[in-house]
T-cell receptor, first 110, second 114 residues
Framework: KQEVTQIPAALSVPEGENLVLNCSFTDSAIYNLQWFRQDPGKGLTSLLLIQSSQREQTSGRLNASLDKSSGRSTLYIAASQPGDSATYLCAAPGGGKLIFGQGTELSVKP | NAGVTQTPKFRVLKTGQSMTLLCAQDMNHEYMYWYRQDPGMGLRLIHYSVGEGTTAKGEVPDGYNVSRLKKQNFLLGLESAAPSQTSVYFC?????????????FGEGSRLTVL
């Protein structure tokens, strides 16, 4: 059974800092892994989708990596900004469905 | 391009009342999902559909029913609402086989049951 864990649950950093969010999954037989952003009171916005054949995927200041052998994915945010403050969730396939982590709540202080 | 649209966005019900949440997607996606999100519980899958005319139970299906009569619409029904169903409900859709493809979410429907 797929289980997805995100550590830490919350993170506070000063503006401009580079940071890494972690995602672990137990079943490495996955097609892909997806990262989402959720702002308070809003839905989830897809940030990056990494296919199992890829090691990294980049979008602007965001870079996501996938290591199936270790069951880990990381989301790297460069030069963080207050507008990056949100909850970040990762999701991995399991049993034909997407299994979500609990999320990391990020706060970027000006 | 509207993507995934949920209606209504907010609703207050009394215990025992019934209601239906509508999810519509304009991306010609095969797969559609209903999740609920509660503090400390994360996202939990209620029901899902792998194509028009099909539905399947997710992690927390009790107290809910769904229908997928048209490919673009996925309805979530509460026959007799209970306070435990107070939550934010999200619809999502994707194209492709199970386990593949990018998942897109609606903005959510906030339901309060008194």
């Amino acid at each position: 059974k797929q289980e997805v864990t995100q550590i830490p649950a919350a993170l506070s950093v000063p503006e401009g800092e580079n940071l890494v969010l972690n995602c672990s999954f137990t079943d490495s037989a996955i097609y892909n892994l997806q990262w989402f952003r959720q702002d308070p009171g809003k839905g989830l916005t897809s940030l990056l989708l990494i296919q199992s054949s890829q090691r990294e995927q980049t979008s602007g200041r965001l870079n996501a990596s996938l290591d199936k052998s270790s069951g880990r994915s990381t989301l790297y945010i460069a030069a963080s900004q207050p507008g990056d403050s949100a909850t970040y969730l990762c999701a991995a396939p399991g049993g034909g469905k997407l299994i979500f982590g609990q999320g990391t709540e990020l706060s970027v202080k000006p | 391009n509207a993507g995934v649209t949920q209606t209504p966005k907010f609703r207050v019900l009394k215990t025992g009342q019934s209601m239906t949440l509508l999810c519509a997607q304009d991306m010609n996606h095969e797969y559609m999902y209903w999740y609920r999100q509660d503090p400390g519980m994360g996202l939990r899958l209620i029901h899902y559909s792998v194509g028009e005319g099909t539905t399947a139970k997710g992690e927390v299906p009790d107290g809910y029913n769904v229908s997928r009569l048209k490919k673009q619409n996925f309805l979530l029904g509460l026959e007799s609402a209970a306070p435990s169903q107070t939550s934010v409900y999200f619809c999502a859709s994707k194209k492709g086989l199970a386990g593949t493809g990018e998942l897109f979410f609606g903005e959510g429907s906030r339901l309060t049951v008194l």
